[in-house]
């Protein structure tokens, strides 16, 4: 099975602190994803990757940026958190570059509280 | 562009009655469809996807949606509902533009009750 983690179920930190999220896949997938979730939004891309040290911007990408070191890993980073940035960070991956057909794996999610 | 529209942010049935989530796409490219369901404190996990073959898809746990282009739904349905049935469900659409974003729904709740 797929099996993507996420380094913290749970987050709180303060205003203008620098927070790492970061996200682990184990089935050599090319493309990984940042979401946010927000009640009655669903889910909105953060950032995507689709290859090593590859980063593309998704919808909401004011205030967070990426890293895609190592094909497993891609980290979310909030470089200076604020309160509108309180929510569930889902991360994702998926297999194969060139089809959209493909089903995303999903990580449990991070709840992130910023104070 | 692509969208997708979820009809009712939280639908409520009986144990054992019909589950009918409703989900409206728009795409101007042949669509891949997709719903998943979150169960509390996890994340997201494919039920079902239509990638053009047939245009009725059965899905995990009794699930199944019926592709429909004339009415640009694809909505999804169970005979008779489960009380662990009880989760959040979402409908998304990606397709040949903009490679594999995918776009997701607002999501709808659905409560089983007993």
Request: glycine residues 4%.
């Given at each position: 099975d797929v099996k993507v983690t996420q380094s913290s179920r749970y987050l709180v930190k303060r205003t203008g602190e620098k927070v790492f999220l970061e996200c682990v896949q184990d089935m050599d997938h090319e493309n990984m994803f940042w979401y946010r979730q927000d009640p009655g939004l669903g889910l909105r891309l953060i950032y995507f990757s689709y290859d090593v040290k590859m980063k593309e911007k998704g919808d909401i990408p004011e205030g967070?940026?990426?890293?895609?070191?190592?094909?497993?890993?891609?980290?979310?980073?909030?470089?200076s958190a604020s309160t509108n940035q309180t929510s569930m960070y889902l991360c994702a991956s998926s297999p194969s570059e060139w089809t959209s057909s493909n089903e995303q794996f999903f990580g449990p999610g991070t709840r992130l509280t910023v104070l | 562009a692509q969208s997708v529209t979820q009809l009712g942010s939280h639908v409520s049935v009986s144990e054992g009655?019909?589950?009918?989530?409703?989900?409206?796409?728009?795409?101007?490219?042949?669509?891949?469809?997709?719903?998943?369901?979150?169960?509390?404190?996890?994340?997201?996990?494919?039920l079902?996807?239509?990638?053009?073959?047939?245009?009725?898809?059965?899905?995990?746990?009794?699930?199944?949606?019926?592709?429909?282009?004339?009415?640009?739904?694809?909505?999804?349905?169970?005979?008779?509902?489960?009380?662990?049935?009880?989760?959040?469900y979402f409908c998304a659409v990606s397709g040949n533009t903009g490679g594999f974003k995918t776009i997701f729904g607002a999501g709808t709740r659905l409560f089983v009750k007993a």
């Open positions: 967070y940026s990426v890293s895609r070191e190592k094909k497993e890993r891609f980290s979310l980073i909030l470089e | 009655a019909l589950v009918l989530l409703r989900c409206n796409y728009s795409s101007s490219v042949p669509p891949y469809l997709f719903w998943y369901v979150q169960y509390p404190n996890q994340g997201l996990q494919l079902l996807k239509y990638t053009s073959a047939a245009t009725l898809v059965k899905g995990i746990n009794g699930f199944e949606a019926e592709f429909k282009k004339s009415e640009t739904s694809f909505h999804l349905t169970k005979p008779s509902a489960h009380m662990s049935d009880a989760a959040e």
